[in-house]
């Protein structure tokens, strides 16, 4: 070995010592941070519910075999991302001096939390970690060709030409081009908002027999076809499956009653007046 290298091994050595040095130093004297009393402290590893009201939000999840899920109609997994560490988290909070208070319901005292402990308690009401959405269909706006819909025993079937959007039956008759415009960019990125995997019976879904269908046609020729269950439990989501599939789609409301009513109300074009 090299007097240089030596030298250099040396100085190194001392400097890590003495960071170990004081750095022990430092950890021994106890801080204010460090003297902060625990609103209360549980083994993380014991908790396996979680509630949490937040306003007008309320969300639940429970530890199952298989992880953590919302405490919903479908046991919906969680975003680990989102929901990892969470168990740590509230397994044994400290009181603070600044932001937010905090009481214990078996405890008469009132406690100072930072509010950055309890900002990501309330998010999980506001925002659910549920996982990301599943995109379902991906195509370019101008591309789609074709759409048709089937709903409680009725039928719309609309194709795109060269004048635009019209009713694909004998009277060829025009569409209402602003209300399919508005339906376009959801339709080329079609998502659902999770998927539940391998479901056996679809039955509870609504989907044993499907309430109708939504079919979407590309210029290529890509379709995507889905099959419309019943409401979740709180009437905010829809089931949907493709053809034959074995997982549910949990799908917006919202989206799927803007398809649902191209069928109940079809959206034939406002005539023009006419002039005096």
Not at 237 to 249: F, K, M
Request: charged share 25%.
């Amino acid at each position: 070995m090299s007097f240089r290298l030596t030298i250099a091994l040396a100085m190194i050595l001392l400097v890590l010592g003495g960071f170990v040095y004081f750095a022990a130093q430092r950890g021994s004297e106890p801080t204010e941070r460090d003297e902060r009393p625990f609103i209360y402290k549980v083994n993380p590893d014991a908790i396996v519910g979680i509630k949490v009201e937040y306003q007008d939000h309320e969300v639940g999840f429970v530890l199952t075999e298989e992880g953590w899920v919302c405490d919903d109609a479908e046991d919906t997994p969680v975003d680990t991302q989102r929901f990892g560490g969470m168990a740590y988290l509230l397994s044994g909070p400290k009181a603070d001096r600044t932001q937010r208070f905090i009481h214990r319901q078996d405890d008469p005292q009132v406690f100072m939390v930072h509010s950055s402990w309890t900002d990501v308690l309330t998010r999980l009401a506001t925002e659910p970690p549920y996982p990301p959405p599943v995109l379902l269909y991906a195509t370019a706006q101008e591309d789609i060709v074709s759409i048709n819909v089937t709903y409680r025993r009725q039928e719309v079937r609309l194709a795109r030409t060269e004048e635009g959007w019209v009713f694909d039956d004998p009277s060829g008759a025009p569409a209402d081009q602003e209300r399919l415009a508005s339906l376009l960019p959801l339709l080329a990125e079609l998502k659902a908002k999770r998927s539940m995997e391998n479901v056996t019976d679809m039955a509870t879904y609504g989907l044993a027999q499907p309430q109708g269908t939504v079919t979407i046609v590309d210029k290529d020729g890509l379709s995507l076809v889905l099959e419309l269950g019943g409401l979740s439990p709180g009437g905010t989501e829809q089931y949907a499956r493709v053809p034959d599939g074995t997982d549910v789609l949990v799908m917006d409301i919202a989206l799927t009653q803007a398809l649902t009513r191209l069928a109940t109300e079809p959206p034939h074009a406002t005539p023009e007046p006419v002039a005096p």
